[in-house]
């Protein structure tokens, strides 16, 4: 059964540091989601992306955040400056139309 | 301001019992509601979605009911299993026009007892 994946499964780095996660959705999908959750809270949208564009995004989702989906098939996040409270579970997913998602195992960021 | 409430507290069961877990929000017209399921330190895994006009939806020992006017979803597991045991977390569109922002509640945790 297809899946989503993500690497790395765990980042660390210092704070301004930049971090790059990354996401490989499921081939024939259409729709890529990030998501966080911070350790014992809630899975929290960012950010929709369709059509090599940015559809939705959250208040989490500012200037320091940004988008790409550089080739046919990864979906990547950055995050230029890190800071401490960027520590969480990020999370992608995908699907094919806007209601059913399927997501990755996540990569855990922790900042240092 | 938009609310969903699951409840915090974990639900302890015996196995074979039914589990039945709430969600009630407040400040939403969802078109659809979602549950999923979270074990720990993993991504939440899409187990079954009602849309506003349907009353109930099953899907092998889960049961979903979507009541609009108290603005409340029921989610069943019956039979339930100590592999049931996970974090259950239900989601809803809060979005306007095409696009699809989904907000989740934080969670009610089942543990299933053998």
């Known amino acids: 059964e297809p899946e989503v994946t993500q690497t790395p499964s765990h980042q660390v780095t210092q704070m301004g540091q930049e971090v790059i996660l990354r996401c490989v959705p499921i081939s024939n999908h259409l729709y890529f989601y990030w998501y966080r959750q911070i350790l014992g809270q809630k899975v929290e949208f960012l950010v929709s992306f369709y059509n090599n564009e940015i559809s939705e995004k959250s208040e989490i989702f500012d200037d320091q955040f940004s988008v790409e989906r550089p080739d046919g098939s990864n979906f990547t996040l950055k995050i230029r400056s890190t800071k401490l409270e960027d520590s969480a579970m990020y999370f992608c997913?995908?699907?094919?139309?806007?209601?059913?998602?399927?997501f990755g195992p996540g990569t855990r960021l922790t900042v240092l | 301001s938009q609310k969903i409430e699951q409840n915090s507290e974990a639900l302890n069961i015996q196995e074979g019992k039914t589990a039945t877990l709430t969600c009630n929000y407040t400040?939403?017209?969802?078109?659809?509601l979602q549950w999923y399921r979270q074990d720990p330190g993993r991504g939440p895994v899409f187990l079954l979605l009602i849309r506003e006009n349907e009353k109930e939806k099953r899907k092998e020992r889960l049961k979903v009911t979507f009541d609009t006017t108290l603005k409340q979803s029921l989610f069943h597991i019956t039979a339930s299993q100590p592999a049931d045991s996970a974090t259950y977390l239900c989601a809803l569109d809060s979005s306007s026009g095409g696009s699809y922002i989904p907000t989740f509640g934080r969670g009610t945790s089942l543990i299933v007892h053998p």
């Open positions: 400040n939403y017209s969802p078109a659809y």
């Open positions: 997913a995908s699907s094919a139309s806007t209601d059913t998602q399927y």
